[in-house]
């Protein structure tokens, strides 16, 4: 093991053959600023025991870190990792150690997802200071990273919906690839994605931003549904979720859809009562004034509110509360007009259901906004 005692000033330094520091321990500070690799630089079991310094520096090839222990804090600000990365992962921290804050901040990083992926598994920080993600990319690399404390995200970090849906896309959609004998495929990126945001979700937690928290789960479960173990049940179910009310982060989408439910169904109803009628058994029937039918407007507007409000209330057929309306609906007019109304009665019962479970997701939505405030 090589011991350097004094501060280690190798700024502007250009390594332009294998670099490699396995085993060292740098005592004092050490200065990594501005600094080129143009082949492999390897740090394996290095330990640092002062502030490191990587701002700057341009990694032109792979760049290991495997094993090692940085005792106070490290900075990657501005660090361009610029090598083309054919067979090997490019960017390693495995098992790394992070005694105080880690200042990951890069300005370039592998176009692809799969040089990032893992980059950080079994590696263990006290506070993760700063992440620069545009494209949330870089988070794959955080996957299996325990964080001790928290993390802050930097004013790059863009919560753009399209941009996350985009993201996802592309990473269900990279080819198979082979890194160290080991197979990565499409699965493969995609849970490494999911993972990485299941890490940053349990570190908003732990610092109380349950705003980020939320939308690390969110991103979590937009990407495990492109998974091919993901049942079609449950992809169906998280894509529902996503529209009724953006995972319960949405107030107005499920009130929304429950007004447009509510009058599409009393359209539906008002048009038919025509065919329940004694007297109107065809719509708009020449024999059908149009006052008569405007006087049905409010009783299919009040049938539907039932409907919304008032669970199973065609079901229940209770004679002795049902309006003329309510009458036609619910008992119909001849086994032609009983047969139709056996169906508006289930579409009455199949809107109740709608009903609570949008009148649910809108509690959830304000429970959660009531939290946040």
Known sequence: MSLWSGPSQLTGTEFRGHVGFNGAKLINHTYFQSTKFL????????????TTLFNHSEFH????????????????????????????HSLRFFSANFLEDLFFNPSCLPDDLRFASGSFRGSRV????YVQSPDFTSFAAFNGMEIERKIELSDEVLFDDDLLHSVIKRTAELPPYEISSTQFDANR???ELAGGARVFEGSMK?????????????MELLT????????????????AYETCSAFGSSISRPICLLAAA?????VIYWTQSFHLGPDCRQPFAKTCAWDQAAEQIVPALTFSANSTFRPA??????ERIASPFDQKILFGNGWKGGLRAVLLVTLSTLQSLFSLVMLFLTGLAARRYYQLS
Do not use: M
């Open 126 to 129: 006290a506070r993760l200071a």
């Open 224 to 239: 495990l549904r492109h998974h091919s173990s993901t049942s079609r049940s449950i992809q169906f179910f998280t894509d």
């Open 313 to 318: 209330y065609a079901i229940s057929r209770e």
């Open 39 to 50: 082949e492999d630089a390897i740090f394996h079991t290095t330990e640092f025991s002062d």
């Open 189 to 191: 990126w995609v849970r």
């Open 61 to 88: 090839s792979n760049v290991w870190f495997d094993h090692a222990t940085f005792r106070s804090s490290a900075f990657f600000n501005d660090t361009e990792f610029l090598g083309e990365f054919s067979q090997r």
């Open 206 to 218: 732990n610092a109380g931003n349950k705003e980020a928290a939320f939308w690390f789960r969110r």
């Open 262 to 266: 509510s009058l599409i169904c009393a």
